[in-house]
């Protein structure tokens, strides 16, 4: 699977918030079809009223403080399923491989009863269980124990699988740092993402240029200057450097200056939105130089 194609999760409007999910099943079909960059120039139009590219719905979900977004870019794993329950008997789920589990969702089908999931979060499992009673109010429209349920779930996990680009494992780490209050480290990390997705694309520019691999890293090395990398090199290996485009190019510098004085130790207070806009610019930069390289750089 190609890198950005495991990003095809799901997009989010940036005016009214609502998103839509892609079908895992069916994506790598749909990208082979069309291509993946034509895929992600489409236009959508939302109910809303608003037009964006499925990338820029891609890059704010990605954002998005959204329980279901942050989950999808932290875990790499997600079934659901709806199954039949007998209220007050316990009911096991199993699981297609073993996962270590962040969260499962339950949904009442139909009618209503008190249904929780009881899952073990320390270590790997293949298998969930969900306990469930009637309503203590002997509430209208609630099951009474013993009888039939429909009850839909939804599991998000991890795999032992790590991402084979590091930009990507640096991407999980950012929202994982959002989630828990770590806003000064998820800014240093998404100018990482960052770095690490430019060399990235600089290395294979160089070789397809014909240079040979160690060639490619000892300029790259060379190179201590970010700003010539994004700027110069970039420019010269695929005729757009970031700075060609003055929006992104602005708020890029703007991260680069708030990484250095918080890497320098300046007391700088950073909120959960200045982390959000620092994924934001970083992933802005990213897709900019994705989308208008000329070598598959994917």
Not at 51 to 58: D, L, P, V
Not at 60 to 78: G, K
Request: proline share 1%.
């Amino acid at each position: 699977m190609a890198v950005m194609t495991g990003l095809f999760k799901s997009y989010t409007c940036n005016e009214c918030k609502s998103g839509r999910s892609f079908d895992p099943q069916s994506i790598e079909t749909i990208i082979s079809t069309y291509g993946e960059k034509n895929l992600l120039n489409k236009i959508i139009e939302c109910s809303c009223g608003n037009k964006f590219s499925i990338y820029e719905g891609i890059i704010q979900n990605l954002v998005s403080d959204n329980i279901f977004s942050a989950l999808e870019a932290v875990c790499n794993l997600r079934y659901h399923d709806t199954v039949q329950i007998i209220v007050g008997k316990e009911y096991t789920v199993n699981l297609p491989q073993k996962l270590l589990i962040n969260q499962v969702f339950l949904t009442n089908i139909d009618a209503g009863a008190i249904v929780a999931p009881h899952f073990f979060s320390s270590f790997e499992t293949d298998s969930f269980t969900i306990v469930s009673s009637e309503s203590k109010d002997n509430d209208s429209g609630f099951k009474k124990i013993r009888e039939n349920h429909k009850v839909s779930w939804a599991v998000f996990g991890k795999s032992g699988d790590k991402p084979t680009e590091t930009w990507i494992l640096l991407l999980t780490q950012i929202k994982e740092q959002i989630i828990h209050g770590q806003y000064n480290i998820a800014v240093l990390t998404s100018e990482m993402m960052f770095e690490s997705f430019l060399d990235k694309s600089l290395n294979k520019m160089l070789i397809s240029e014909g240079l040979s691999k160690e060639a490619s890293y000892t300029i790259l090395e060379s190179m201590k200057n970010i700003y010539d990398k994004a700027h110069k090199l970039l420019r010269d290996l695929d005729s757009k450097g970031l700075s060609s485009d003055k929006s992104i190019n602005k708020e890029w510098v703007k991260l680069m200056e708030l990484r250095n004085k918080i890497a320098h130790g300046e007391n700088i207070d950073v909120d959960k939105e200045k982390a959000e806009w620092a994924l934001k610019t970083a992933l802005d930069a990213i897709f900019y130089i994705y989308m208008n390289s000329s070598v598959d750089i994917n």
